[in-house]
């Protein structure tokens, strides 16, 4: 049971990134789309780096170490990630959700509040995160801290852009702040599941930390890159998710 107390208390790091990345917007500070775009590629970048230095990778070689052979584990890996990202395109289709630019998606959309739109699109966002530091935990502690400060580190930014989003559709700053702060208590959430699975069996951790991947790559690809690419700020995304990319490398090569 350790394993899913420090998985718990790398979420609640990371939901309180999330939070205190939402302050400047609660004090009044404002965001340039550039700067928020440039923000958004970084954390894009840390994912990124996550999914395959800190997931993927250990996944693969846990698989090998079960199974003895390298093709089995390459396999499993390739199931884990299709599975990950299949759940959370899953999950994208059936909630309702609106994203900041694109509108809303999902069913019953119209039904819905539009504050809430927002908070089912940042929890589908937030909840692979959790998942990945929780699974990273089960795996190795030094490997969960490596996971958790880089997801932490990106949190920040990530949570100031949703606030300031927030505040830009018509939300009063106190609002968006608390919205924000909601919508990071899900990655505790996911962290406490996704390191309760692999520590009831070990045969469990090569599928957990691959299926996080998946669910944490669907998430770049469908809803960050996207958004970092609409207002003509490609190339300042696109330098902020390297920045992001090589410092989570370098978090996981040092402390993992």
């Known amino acids: ?29 404002s965001m340039s789309q550039r700067t928020a775009d440039t923000m958004l590629g970084f954390a894009a970048g840390v994912m990124l780096s996550a999914s395959y230095f800190s997931l993927i990778l250990p996944g693969i070689a846990v698989a090998e170490e079960m ?35 694109s509108g809303r ?15 089912l699109a940042i929890t589908i966002h937030n909840f692979p995160e959790g998942l990945s530091i929780g699974v990273a935990f089960g795996a190795d502690r030094a490997k969960g801290l490596s996971v958790m400060t880089g997801i932490s580190l990106q949190d920040i930014p990530e949570g100031l852009a949703v606030a300031v989003a927030l505040v830009g559709q018509g939300y009063t700053r106190t609002r968006a702040f608390f919205v924000t702060m909601l919508t990071g208590l899900v990655e505790p959430v996911g962290s406490v599941i996704g390191a309760a699975a692999v520590s009831i069996s070990g045969a469990l951790l090569p599928w957990g930390l691959t299926f996080a991947a998946g669910a944490m790559l669907y998430i770049i690809s469908h809803e960050i890159l996207p958004e970092t690419h609409r207002n003509g700020h490609q190339n300042r995304a696109t330098a902020g998710l390297l920045f992001g990319l090589i410092l989570m490398m370098f978090l996981d090569v040092t402390l993992g």
């Open 67 to 101: 199974f003895g052979v390298v093709w089995i584990a390459a396999g499993v890996a390739a199931v884990g990630i299709a599975l990950g990202a299949g759940f959370v395109a899953w999950l994208n289709r059936i909630l309702p959700h609106e994203h900041f630019t």
């Open 1 to 29: 049971m350790d394993s899913v107390l420090y998985g718990l208390m790398g979420g609640l790091v990371a939901a309180a990134a999330t939070t205190a990345g939402a302050i400047p917007a609660l004090i009044g500070k």
């Open 105 to 119: 998606e999902g069913a019953d959309a119209a039904r819905l509040a539009r504050i809430w739109l927002f908070v």
